[in-house]
Nanobody, 128 residues
Framework: QVQLVESGGGLVQAGGSLRLSCAASGRTFSNYIMGWFRQAPGKEREFAAHISIRSSGNTYYADSVKGRFTISRDNAKNTVYLQINRLIPEDTAVYYC????????????????????WGQGTQVTVSS
C-alpha cells in the first residue's frame, strides 16, 4: 500500500502561482511513476503530468498545461511536486496525485487506469 497526501491548494488570482505537494508513505516511493491529475466541476478527471521513478526523471505533460506546469520529485523526501505558474480560471479543479508501479510492458502513464494509488485531492480555485 502507498498512502498519498496532497497539500498546497487554495484560492489564487489569475496569473499567480501555486506549488502542490504530495507526500507518500508506505512502500518504496522510488519504485513508482508519479502523476498529477485534475478534475474540474462537472468534468471527468484528466491527466496533467507524470514523472518517472528517478528524482531527475523524465517528465511528460498534457498539452493543455505544457509550459505552465512543472512536475518534480524528491525521492529522499518521498514527495512529488507540481508547480503551477500563470494560473488561469480554467485551472480550477481538484488536483490529485497518483502512484503507478513501473512496468516495462506499459508505454503510457497518461490514463488514470495506469495508477494504483490515489490521494484525496487538493482544491485549486483561480479567480479572474
Amino acid at each position: 500500500q502507498v498512502q498519498l497526501v496532497e497539500s498546497g491548494g487554495g484560492l489564487v488570482q489569475a496569473g499567480g502561482s501555486l506549488r502542490l505537494s504530495c507526500a507518500a508513505s508506505g512502500r518504496t516511493f522510488s519504485n513508482y511513476i508519479m502523476g498529477w491529475f485534475r478534475q474540474a466541476p462537472g468534468k471527468e478527471r484528466e491527466f496533467a503530468a507524470h514523472i518517472s521513478i528517478r528524482s531527475s526523471g523524465n517528465t511528460y505533460y498534457a498539452d493543455s498545461v505544457k509550459g505552465r506546469f512543472t512536475i518534480s520529485r524528491d525521492n529522499a523526501k518521498n514527495t512529488v511536486y507540481l508547480q503551477i505558474n500563470r494560473l488561469i480560471p480554467e485551472d480550477t479543479a481538484v488536483y490529485y496525485c497518483a502512484a503507478a508501479q513501473y512496468s516495462p510492458f506499459r508505454s503510457s502513464y497518461t490514463s488514470s487506469q495506469a495508477y494504483d494509488y490515489w490521494g484525496q485531492g487538493t482544491q485549486v480555485t483561480v479567480s479572474s
